[in-house]
């Protein structure tokens, strides 16, 4: 059988539109944190769901240490990243992970929409893990 090739085909790749490289959100983010944005926007788990699905929102993902090494960041950086994410409103933290019980979990996130609130009155900024939305009912209810 004849293999076929699709020509000018696009191999997969992180949509990172103009509204967020324009935003003062994005243009305050410190390097790291912006170079390791689009492997949260690209996470498996939104990738299921169309870009402008607002539902994309709403869907926890779990971004592990390991895969950040693998991507080519640093432990400590890492967890920079993370919080300067949090910061700057690209990502809301929705479980911690850990050490608990018998094993290690996985910390959680959702990607958020308080980017485009970023240096407005209206922002709420998260910089701890305690800010958890579920525990902030000034947090919950902005991804609209």
């Known amino acids: 059988m004849k293999k076929i090739i699709k020509k000018n085909k696009l191999p997969p790749f992180v949509a990172l539109p103009w509204i967020i490289l324009n935003s003062q959100a994005y243009k305050d983010l410190p390097f790291s944190a912006a170079k390791a944005l689009p492997y949260f926007?690209?996470?498996?788990?939104?990738?299921?769901?169309a870009y402008?699905?607002?539902?994309?929102?709403?869907?926890?993902?779990?971004f592990k240490y390991s895969d950040a090494e693998?991507?080519?960041?640093?432990?400590?950086?890492?967890?920079?990243?993370?919080?300067?994410?949090?910061?700057?409103?690209?990502i809301d933290p929705v479980t911690k992970?850990?050490?608990?019980?018998?094993g290690f979990t996985k910390?959680?996130?959702?990607?958020s929409l308080r980017w485009k609130q970023h240096g407005t009155p209206e922002f709420i900024?998260?910089?701890?893990w305690e800010h958890f939305p579920q525990q902030n009912p000034k947090v919950q209810g902005i991804h609209n």
């Open 41 to 49: 926007l690209g996470n498996e788990e939104t990738r299921k769901v």
């Open 52 to 62: 402008n699905d607002p539902s994309r929102y709403d869907i926890p993902f779990a």
């Open 107 to 111: 910390s959680k996130f959702k990607l």
């Open 125 to 128: 900024e998260i910089r701890k």
């Open 70 to 90: 693998r991507f080519g960041f640093a432990r400590r950086t890492f967890h920079q990243i993370i919080s300067d994410l949090m910061k700057f409103g690209f």
């Open 97 to 102: 992970g850990g050490k608990k019980g018998c």
